[in-house]
């Protein structure tokens, strides 16, 4: 590249020289190829500069074609389309964008369009588009759901997708895909980049970026070679005999966790869930009060101005700690982040890399990182990660979403609300995607059939409206159900929230609905970091006042029930069977012994070639504790498919439960375990009949059906502050699933809710490999005396499916009304 | 043909409770049943959610067996027959209903009866905000009246669609449609499908039968 014959490319090389930088050497490499116009995947982590890596060529192109008037101020239009997976995200981005065209004085206007932008702002935008415009996935598509939204995108030159990683493996990943087949075919030149950190995947990662008419010719993917050295260490309990069995809060450790605040200039603290994360922020403050102040909290339920005053008060180096959720996961840099605290399993390697990562920021400083275990068993976690996380193996695959029908339907909605879409132009444009290569005609043909006549042929007394023709092109004419449905995209169903108020009207944050109406007025609970009273609630809004009393409940945030990654399982397995023979070193290891010892002595410590099945009974009934070490989500294909297999055998009812080391049986009647192992309990012929059957014996699909409900427009949660207007529209996804089930079986979103209990929950391949390895192992049935270290955390877990092969009637004769509880 | 029903004698009348979801009090050939809801899917249709359409016609076919297999001289509805504003699932009811003219309808309004009056009248409705036929009071929502204030009238009612919570050993639990009966008033299931179910929290004065199936049980 000939800098003399590119003015940009020069301006841009003063602009690093001013600032005594060097352009990394990746950096110039991805400039070089977008300007010789191809698309492609950096491969970078957070902080290593990979902004500026597509923002420069961005700006080196402009000027290029304009050397002597980029500096004038015009209406150039969208030049370039930034898409990060987080609100929270984009004003960062939109600072470190604007800093540059400030110095090189350039006119442009950068912009957000994010949910959490104000509609006037939005408004001004419509009217003339930004040079350059920050969005997420949901944001983008409410842009197409604009009447005339193609003239937004008639400048538009490139789209960087950032953090693609983080969107890859979900809906919103599928939305992105749907996003970009549109702005392609607008656009047919756009260049197209993707930023992800390292996930096993690459090579599909950009596939699903480009899309399968892409020539892979025209594309690359570019590592950043960014060298970070990491430092993991744990916090060990003091006296392990005392460390609980099961649990996941972990403040027993937190007076270990103290020293390392104080010792650090700045501290980020991961933890798993968001009530977790009250939790411990009270809890550091009750240990230690003179911490208040330059502690804060930080998750996703809290006001955008509470989380952007932590961000700008970490950035500007103020904050002693700050106690997080994966809201701070991602992001740009805080630089005086030194270290990085995680309680609790994080489930995965990269995760745990990616949280490391968020300390240390400077290429070639340490990333520091301690590990907190909640509980003993997550000791033998710790020492996995560690070995994980400084051998560099085992990075995790993300799997893109495939052909989901939930997310097209309501993409089709959005295209016939905005400017109405042919059918046939548009599916070769949704065929060309990565997740839809796969759908054909009878597919589409189907979602076509479901949003304009409601899935059947309309009758007499049918009113069915939604989509209808016009001309050939397919159009939403109702204002109402255009304005229902702009105000319902995007793919994560969450549930209704309220938003909490001071009494003054300051905002606090939101809180889904039903944790509000578990409260009467005056009860008193923690949110924001704040022991807070209900005083009323208006609407959709619940008004609080400071109480000062610290025996407050905490919101119980649903979700946070992540599995172990393939690959940590495998790394767990590994670990166990070193702790057994005695060959590793580890401290996590040697400090969990005794705890091992227990286990041993009581039942036995299972390794890697042996399948141990404890058998235990107790006030509940008879209990079958099974511990193939695989992770949540196997488990759960596992435990129903041995459930159901056992329920052949006689008629019995199970409720089971799980976690990443195994999974219980517990029936009220005694199980035939014996006759079970003889008649091939874990064999993998008839799999997928065998789960097939299980699965309507089961509420998985049921429960998977409740995203696919409201991506897919059944389920409306209401105009924000006029719920009444749409209350008899009120329904919910277990009645749908219910009368779809009974009337229309083969609709294909009901179809899709047993196709995503497969292959997201009961992924089939995994579940076949466990199998086959659980064959190989020898079965090591033991008679238990009571509940053992590895099985007392799955048996006091609430939550839990069911499976019968008893008749209702048989099953209500041995049950008892629940009476009211007297308090 | 009346099968598979509990018998219950309440403030000294026998009721039948029928596993389809409604009370029969033989003695004064009545039938009480409560929130139908009729109209739902279409309403849901009509405004771009695709509710398959057979729920309504469901709704109507279970109307026309029990009154074909119980032959009351009395229907009378505790509130929400219809679910929303006017929609041609009206007229479909309408039209059921003028083939069966000898049978008498009453309907006490719920909160989801918002049509115009006229329409019942055409329809041969009669319309009550509460009915008194002693020793009963009937009403949609038992929450704005007391028995007291009704001279002490026991109160049968709807609205709120009622489910009682059943748990067995294992940690297993259930939960059914149900009738309740406590001190003051009583409370029938919907009758409609599509319609959702609130748990309610018995003590243990109170009688409650839920319904399994084609079944119903007493569960204390």
Not at chain 1, 601 to 625: A, C, M, R
Not at chain 1, 748 to 761: I, P
């Amino acid at each position: 590249m000939n800098s003399t014959e590119q003015p940009g490319l020069q301006r841009i090389e003063n602009w690093f020289q001013a600032r005594q930088w060097q352009p990394f050497d990746y950096q110039r490499e991805v400039w070089q190829a977008y300007l010789s116009g191809k698309n492609g995947l950096l491969n970078a982590p957070t902080g290593s500069g990979k902004t500026y890596a597509l923002w420069m060529p961005v700006l080196i192109n402009w000027i290029n074609e304009h050397p002597n008037t980029y500096k004038e101020l015009a209406d150039n239009g969208l030049q370039l389309l930034w898409v990060t997976p987080l609100r929270a995200l984009a004003r960062d981005i939109e600072q470190a964008l604007q800093k540059v065209v400030d110095e090189l004085e350039i006119p442009w206007q950068i912009a957000r369009r994010t949910g959490d932008v104000s509609s006037y702002k939005k408004q001004k935008m419509k009217e003339q588009m930004p040079e350059v415009l920050i969005t997420t996935p949901e944001s983008l598509h409410i842009l197409m759901a604009q009447k005339g939204y193609k003239n937004y995108f008639s400048d538009l030159e490139a789209v960087v997708i950032d953090e693609w990683h983080e969107l890859l493996g979900s809906k919103r990943g599928t939305q992105t895909e749907l996003g970009l087949s549109r702005l392609k075919h607008l656009r047919p030149k756009l260049n197209i980049w993707g930023i992800s950190a390292t996930i096993g995947n690459l090579r599909e990662a950009k596939q699903v970026l480009l899309g399968v008419n892409d020539d892979p010719e025209n594309a690359v993917i570019i590592k950043a070679n960014v060298e970070k050295n990491l430092e993991v260490q744990s916090v060990l309990p003091e006296d392990v005999e005392k460390f609980p069995w099961s649990g996941h809060l972990g403040t027993k450790l937190l007076p270990k966790v103290l020293p390392i605040i104080e010792e650090n200039r700045s501290t980020l603290i991961f933890t798993n869930t968001r009530s977790q994360s009250e939790v411990w922020f009270q809890q550091l403050l009750e240990a230690k009060p003179e911490l208040a102040g330059t502690i804060a909290l930080h998750h996703g339920s809290l006001s955008k101005k509470i989380r952007r005053w932590v961000e700008q008060s970490l950035h500007e180096g103020k904050l002693k700690a700050v106690v997080c959720t994966s809201s701070l996961d991602l992001g740009v840099d805080f630089a005086p982040v030194e270290t990085v605290i995680q309680i609790g399993s994080p489930k995965g390697v990269a995760r745990f890399m990616q949280r490391a990562g968020r300390s240390g920021h400077q290429p070639g400083a340490t990333s520091r990182i301690y590990f907190v275990p909640t509980n003993a068993l997550e000791l033998i976690e710790a020492a996995a990660l560690k070995t994980a996380a400084t051998q560099q193996i085992a990075i995790e695959d993300r799997e893109p979403v495939v052909k989901p029908y939930d997310v097209l339907t309501q993409y089709l909605i959005t295209l016939a609300v905005s400017d109405g879409f042919s059918p046939n132009t548009l599916y070769e444009e949704v065929t060309s995607t990565f997740a839809y290569q796969t759908l054909n005609r009878k597919e589409w043909n189907w979602i076509m059939n479901f949003i304009t006549t409601g899935g059947q042929s309309l009758t007499a007394y049918d009113e069915y409206s939604k989509v209808v023709e016009d001309d050939g092109r397919y159009k939403v004419t109702d204002r109402k159900i255009k304005r229902r449905h702009r105000m319902s995209i995007g793919t994560i169903a969450s549930d209704t929230m309220m938003s909490v108020k001071y009494l003054n009207g300051a905002h606090l944050g939101s809180i889904e609905e039903w944790f509000i109406a578990s409260l009467n007025k005056g009860d008193t609970f923690w949110f924001a970091g704040k022991s807070l009273e209900l005083v009323r609630t208006k609407q959709m809004t619940a008004y609080v006042r400071r109480a000062h009393t610290t025996k407050a409940k905490v919101p119980s945030w649903m979700g946070g029930r992540m599995s172990l990654s393939s690959n940590m399982s495998e790394l767990l397995r590994h670990k166990l069977h070193e702790a057994i023979e005695g060959s590793a070193d580890d401290i996590e290891l040697q400090t969990i012994q005794p705890i091992l010892d227990v286990q041993h002595n009581w039942s036995t410590l299972p390794d890697e070639d042996e399948l141990l099945i404890e058998q235990t009974t107790s006030k509940e009934g008879h209990h079958l504790f099974f511990f193939p070490f695989e992770g949540r989500y196997v488990h759960e294909g596992i435990s129903a498919l041995v459930a159901y297999r056992i329920s052949q055998l006689k008629p019995i009812t199970f409720s089971i439960a799980m976690n990443d080391y195994g999974f219980e049986l517990l029936s009220d009647k005694k199980i035939p375990i014996k006759k079970a192992l003889t008649n091939d309990l874990f064999s993998d012929k008839k799999l997928v009949e065998d789960i097939f059957s299980s699965l309507n014996d089961t509420e998985l699909a049921k429960r998977r059906f409740r995203g696919i409900c409201h991506i897919a427009g059944l389920i409306f949660k209401g105009f924000p502050g006029q719920r009444k207007a749409s209350r008899h529209l009120q329904s919910s996804s277990s009645m749908f699933f219910d009368v779809f089930d009974q009337y229309e079986p083969d609709n294909l979103l009901l179809q899709q809710a047993y196709d995503e209990v497969l292959s997201y929950q009961l992924d089939e391949v995994r579940l076949r490999k466990a199998l086959r390895r659980i064959q190989s192992q020898t079965i090591n049935l033991k008679n238990t005396e009571r509940f053992t270290p590895l099985a007392f955390p799955i048996m006091v877990d609430r939550l839990r499916e069911r499976l019968s092969s008893e008749s209702l009637t048989d099953r209500v004769q041995r049950m008892q009304l629940q009476l009211e509880k007297h308090t | 043909m009346i099968s598979n029903a509990s018998t219950f004698n309440l403030c000294g009348n026998r009721f039948w409770l029928l596993p389809e979801r409604a009370i029969y009090w033989k003695k004064k050939e009545t039938l009480f049943i409560a929130d139908l809801h009729i109209g739902k899917s279409a309403h849901f249709r009509k405004h771009g959610i695709a509710v398959p359409k057979q729920v309504g016609r469901s709704n109507l076919n279970r109307l026309e067996q029990l009154i074909e297999d119980i032959k009351p001289e009395h229907l009378i509805i505790l509130g929400d027959l219809f679910h929303s504003d006017i929609n041609k699932e009206w007229q479909q009811f309408i039209d059921w209903r003028k083939r069966y003219r000898q049978l008498q309808i009453s309907l006490v309004v719920g909160n989801h009866d918002i049509l115009k009056v006229e329409r019942y009248h055409t329809g041969l409705i009669n319309i009550f905000k509460k009915m008194k036929l002693e020793p009963f009071l009937l009403v949609h929502d038992k929450s704005n009246y007391s028995s007291a204030d009704e001279q002490g009238l026991y109160i049968l009612s709807g609205h709120i669609h009622p489910a009682a919570k059943l748990n067995g050993k294992g940690r297993q639990a259930m939960k059914f449609p149900c009738f309740y009966f406590g001190q003051q008033y009583g409370i029938l299931p919907a009758f409609g499908t599509f319609t959702g179910t609130h748990i309610i929290s018995p003590t243990e004065k109170d009688k409650v039968f839920i319904v399994v199936e084609d079944k119903v049980f007493s569960v204390n």
